[in-house]
């Protein structure tokens, strides 16, 4: 019993050791103060308001949830046809095709960022929104695959196999049939690469340019360059946004687990 209030004990000091630094900064937000001053000096809504009646920043934003919900939908697709041709087909090699997908989830991102910059510097997309794009989509792409892969292996082929015997034809079968069994899948797959897209900063600043800044990249020159504390408020906003969508990811798939069950 000793041992099992300590252990619990440890896990509630790690939770809050992991959480501290996060959770500081909605306080700080509501800093009267011109300054990252911590505890506040009174409270205020001025940061907020200078966050959402700056051009700049409801630019930098616009930016990230424009490139985010590209992403998430480019990534997505993909990540649907990359999952299901891994899972349906057998071939020599499909181990190692597996894990390459997966590269990206291992590759520490500054290595990733050094050659899409050079890459898009040679093919004119460096600040540019495809170029976003097609970077963030090869951090999230993994993300979809690895939540749309655990849903087709609870999908009983026998379904596929009686739509096909009913003759419908692939495709039907795949939005009759398939398709449904892993939404839930897609779903949190989807929300998973919207976020990574969101609050991407790595890549986002090898290929930033003045004309196309995302959230993060604002945020990030902000602190380094003009200690503005409306970063603060944006902080929070940008942490509620992400929380919000990953505990509906969380959703999806405890709903993808009662399905497959």
């Known amino acids: 019993m000793t041992l099992k209030r300590a252990l619990s004990a440890l896990a509630v000091l790690t939770v809050l050791w992991l959480l501290l630094p996060t959770l ?14 911590f505890p506040p000096q009174g409270f205020s809504l001025q940061w907020y308001a200078n966050f959402f009646t700056d051009p700049s920043w409801m630019r930098a934003l616009g930016s990230s949830l424009q490139v985010a919900l590209i992403t998430m939908v480019v990534a997505t697709a993909l990540g649907i046809m990359a999952a ?16 390459f997908f997966l590269t990206p989830l291992i590759v ?9 910059y050079s890459l898009f510097l040679r093919f004119n997309l460096l600040g540019t929104l495809p170029g976003f794009v097609l970077a963030h989509t090869v951090v999230a792409l ?35 049939i398939t398709l449904p069994l892993i939404m839930p899948g897609v779903t949190a797959g989807a929300l998973f690469a919207f976020v990574t897209s969101f609050d991407e900063i790595i890549l986002s600043l090898f290929i930033q ?8 990249v604002k945020i990030y020159n902000s602190v380094t360059q003009a200690s503005d504390p409306t970063v603060a408020a944006v902080a929070v906003v940008a942490m509620f946004t992400s929380v919000i969508v990953m505990l509906t990811a969380q959703f999806a798939t405890r709903k993808r687990k009662r399905v497959s069950a």
């Open 142 to 176: 993994p993300l979809v695959i690895i939540n749309v892969t655990a849903s087709l292996q609870g999908v009983d082929p026998r379904l596929e196999q009686a739509s096909a015997t009913l003759g419908a034809g692939r495709l039907r079968t795949f939005f009759s």
């Open 209 to 216: 340019s003045p004309q196309l800044q995302t959230l993060p």
């Open 24 to 37: 500081v900064i909605i306080p700080m937000s509501f800093n009267s103060a011109a300054s990252f001053n």
């Open 108 to 116: 520490p991102g500054i290595v990733i960022a050094i050659g899409l």
């Open 84 to 99: 299901i041709g891994l899972s349906k087909v057998r071939f020599r090699g499909k181990s190692l095709l597996e894990n």
